[in-house]
């Protein structure tokens, strides 16, 4: 029944904007968004596929693959988001061929869609691609003025580093987000009328500062809070990865010894993994790889 209620939209919306083919474009991009909302992804690909098919239709070669770029950029993550990863990763590199940063708006979706980028790479393995990515990412939202999005970034760019054994540069990385997230508290208190100076500021960045000095009993504390806080929220900000998160904290109680935890925190990870993202996702089978190897590990060191 859905695909029929999206053909009539559909129909709705070509007669509407038949003659406005651009606005026809960002009409398909927000109902793919609020398809994306409810997490009917094979839905929003339709949309996409629509947007992109319109504009390619139109006249202007300079406008055509403008909005064309953005619609595959789009369409790139989402493509991630269905584990369907070689045909994402061409569609990102098409998209970013055509699309240029003109307006605020337009920088938003170039610098999450390198962040975008940089994540799937990561399920992959490319961790140096996706350190490449992050860091484009980050050098547009700093120039941007983004400090929200400047923080996601330097979270994932210190995750690459530390995959790559990096952890000197990942410090670095990490210390800078907690710097920044410390200004913006305290910026916000004074604007509320109170003394920052009477108020513990916490960093949301502070339990990746000792899981990447290998502070695993520190870490695994306060990864304990994070979950805890992230999974009660019922909606919270695209870049918060609740399965990064537990994966996170399963590693570390696994590395301080709490086997039952772990387990159970692997086991998490993963079906948080099936619900966000897809059945079989890469990132849902790297959970359940993990889970498989700890258990093997275990049952060794007891034999």
């Known amino acids: 029944m859905i695909w029929i209620a999206v053909a009539v939209v559909v129909v709705i919306l070509l007669f509407v904007f038949v003659r406005s083919p651009v606005r026809l474009v960002y009409a398909l991009l927000r109902a793919a968004m609020l398809s994306r909302e409810r997490k009917d992804w ?27 770029g953005k619609v595959e950029v789009l369409w790139a993550s989402l493509l991630h988001r269905q584990g369907k990863m070689r045909e994402a990763d061409e569609m990102f590199r098409q998209g970013f061929s ?27 393995g490319r961790y140096h691609d996706a350190e490449v990515h992050y860091r484009q990412a980050l050098a547009g939202d700093e120039k941007g003025g983004n400090i929200g ?26 210390h800078r987000a907690i710097a920044l997230e410390t200004r913006v508290v305290h910026e916000n208190l004074v604007r509320q009328g109170k003394n920052p100076a009477t108020h513990s500021v916490i960093s949301m960045s502070m339990p990746d500062l000792h899981f990447c ?39 570390s109680e696994a590395k301080t010894g709490h086997r039952a935890e772990a387990i159970e925190m692997y086991t998490r990870a993963e079906s948080t993994f099936q619900r966000e993202w897809c059945e079989g996702h890469p990132k849902a089978v790297a959970a359940h790889a993990a889970k498989a190897a700890f258990v093997e590990d275990a049952v060794e060191v007891q034999g």
């Open 149 to 174: 999005g400047t923080i996601f970034d330097m979270q994932r760019l210190s995750d690459a580093l530390i995959r790559q054994e990096r952890r000197e540069e990942a410090e670095e990385v990490i």
């Open 98 to 124: 055509k699309v240029h940063v003109g307006s605020r708006r337009e920088s938003m979706l170039v610098y999450h869609g390198y962040l975008s980028w940089g994540d799937l790479c990561t399920d992959e």
């Open 42 to 68: 094979e839905t929003a690909a339709r949309l996409y596929r629509q947007a992109h098919d319109v504009a390619g239709k139109l006249k202007g070669p300079s406008l055509r693959s403008k909005l064309q």
């Open 213 to 251: 000095r290998q502070q695993y009993e520190d870490a695994r504390r306060l990864y304990q809070e994070k979950v805890a806080f992230w999974e009660k929220q019922v909606t919270r900000p695209d870049n918060i990865d609740v399965g990064h998160l537990q994966m996170r904290l399963a590693l």
